[in-house]
């Protein structure tokens, strides 16, 4: 085994009991304090910065991994009215439409994302935040800001219960 020899120079780290030359004992400590509230602040300021920037990515992969959702017969919503779920992360409504025909509709706006309202007195869909409307049979945008239809899923009744699945 060999011999293991320390120099004075690195084996000596310092510590509030044994400031390094030159700096006294409340120096080192106001130093290493301001270090630390330095890191603590540099931390707090990032680690928003990093959630900001990473969210959509991770919200496109937690959707992705979602391949179908399964609405139970005694979950399904009447005729003239919309239920509202979740797709994995993503707000989604089921239409089913006094004719009985059932529309999935995904319930995000295509102008800056905001959650958009079935309204069954106009049959359409509307979104709050700037006056966007939507056709409540196809999703397509019909009028103010969104530049877009809204993303429309499969929808397949079968067994007692509704499938929706990626188109
Ligand atoms: S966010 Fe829906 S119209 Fe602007």
């Known amino acids: 085994m060999p011999d293991i020899t320390l120099d004075e120079n ?10 390094p030359e030159g700096v006294s004992r409340r120096g080192f400590i106001v130093q290493a304090a301001l270090g630390a509230a330095g890191v603590c602040y540099a931390g707090a300021v990032a680690y928003p910065v990093y959630r900001y920037l990473a969210a ?8 992705a991994a979602v ?3 399964k609405i139970p017969e005694d979950k399904m919503p009447a005729p003239g009215t919309a239920l509202m779920f979740r797709f994995g992360s ?3 409504m089921l239409i089913h439409h006094k004719d009985g025909t059932m529309v999935c509709l995904t319930a995000v706006c295509t102008h800056l994302g905001c959650t958009v309202q079935y309204q069954p ?3 359409h869909i509307h979104c709050a935040c700037h006056g966007g409307t939507y056709d409540a049979h196809t999703g397509a945008n019909i ?5 877009k239809p809204l993303q429309r899923f499969n ?3 079968a067994n ?5 699945t990626r188109v």
């Open 90 to 92: 993503r707000p989604t």
């Open 155 to 157: 929808v397949e009744r």
């Open 56 to 63: 959509p990515a991770q919200q496109a992969a937690e959707l």
């Open 121 to 123: 007195e106009q049959d």
């Open 160 to 164: 007692g219960e509704v499938l929706i």
């Open 67 to 69: 391949k179908e959702v």
């Open 143 to 147: 009028s103010g800001p969104p530049p």
């Open 10 to 19: 690195t084996a000596a780290t310092p510590d509030a009991a044994h400031p």
